[in-house]
């Protein structure tokens, strides 16, 4: 396109009604499900910590502000005030996340079920997905898949996919072991990844020779969605672990042709708990020569008050429109990407 007419939008007007479909499918689909609707600021000088997620920040008044990588702290705020079961249609902001598959600010669509487990709302993401893919099938006329009403989306262990890519088992193996298992596959490792880190080597041999493969495969040859969960527990986020082994997060993500559109998690409601891996996700970020973060200081108070037994879910609403279209790349489902934003 001529540079003089980056004024346009960079996705067909198409996408936008299918988006608008998409949308209204979503909204619909938690209002039957007696989920209330929230909204919570962008803007905030609270910020929950994950080692691997950038924040954009701005300084006013002498002190930090950032713009959300994800509404969790406010609507687990809203959680612990009484709210019940909620979800909330937001944008999110995550620096440095530009390419086929990520925009610095996106679409999130994130829910909490109370008194519900991790595999209730993996069933609830199930048929939310089924229902938006329908919705924009009716605006555009194309199906994703005709074979996935036959049957449920497949599950699979982080211990099983490990063992279809590399034939170990990841658990009980040394990091050592992991090392050379990335090496012969030829993983391209960050050159930050120590070889004693053992989640760095981890996360590099699953977004190579994992990831893809997901949602692809299945013994009947066709392809379906695929639920990766059982993380290690040194991944488990804000999830909550298992108390034997091998120890576990309960956390699920979403893949549909290699492509990841969700996270989620038992959530975890001890406080102490919650500082400590804040403690730990800091370090690894200043041990990675990025600045420490602040934390989410309200949160806390919210999980000491209580935060009620409940399980939640953050899907990529764009990487969904992507499915929906057979789309390559975020800018062909969203208006106005990065490079013409």
Not at 128 to 153: I, Q, T
Not at 267 to 290: A, C, K, M, P
Not at 314 to 338: K, Q, T
Request: aromatic share 8%; glycine share 6%.
């Amino acid at each position: 396109m001529n540079p003089s007419d980056d004024w346009r939008p960079a996705c067909s007007l198409t996408a936008l009604h299918v988006r608008a479909a998409m949308l209204r499918a979503a909204r619909e689909f938690f209002h039957r499900r007696g989920y209330l609707e929230v909204e919570t600021p962008c803007l905030s000088r609270d910020i929950v910590i994950d080692a691997w997620l950038e924040p954009m920040e701005m300084v006013r008044s002498g002190q930090r502000w950032f713009l959300q990588t994800s509404p969790e702290a406010f609507m687990k705020r809203l959680l612990a005030a009484g709210a019940g079961s909620i979800f909330q249609i937001s944008r999110v902001f995550r620096s440095g996340e530009v390419g086929e598959r990520h925009n610095p600010e996106f679409t999130m669509i994130e829910w909490y079920g109370v008194d519900s487990t991790w595999l209730q709302q993996m069933e609830l993401t199930e048929w939310l997905v089924r229902a938006c893919l329908k919705a924009a099938a009716e605006v555009s006329g194309v199906e994703v898949f005709d074979d996935w009403p036959k049957a449920s989306f497949r599950q699979i262990t982080y211990a099983e996919a490990f063992h279809r890519a590399f034939r170990i088992d990841v658990h009980q193996a040394e990091t050592s072991e992991l090392l050379t298992a990335a090496i012969a596959q030829n993983i391209p490792l960050p050159d930050s990844c120590a070889a004693s880190d053992r989640d760095g080597i981890l996360n590099a041999m699953l977004a190579f020779a994992v990831e893809p493969e997901l949602g692809r495969i299945s013994p009947q040859g066709s392809s379906a969605p695929e639920f990766l969960c059982d993380y290690p527990a040194t991944q488990a986020a804000l999830a909550v672990t298992t108390e034997t082994s091998p120890f576990v997060a309960r956390r699920f993500e979403l893949y549909i042709n290699g492509l990841e559109l969700c996270n989620g998690y038992q959530e975890l409601t001890d406080v102490e708990e919650l500082r400590r891996r804040e403690g730990h996700q800091n370090t690894v970020r200043t041990n990675s020569d990025l600045n420490s973060l602040p934390g989410a200081c309200r949160l806390s108070a919210a999980m000491q008050a209580g935060l009620p037994e409940c399980s939640g879910v953050a899907l990529g609403f764009d990487r969904l429109v992507m499915i929906a279209m057979h789309a390559s790349s975020i800018s062909e489902v969203i208006p106005f990407p990065a490079d013409r934003a």
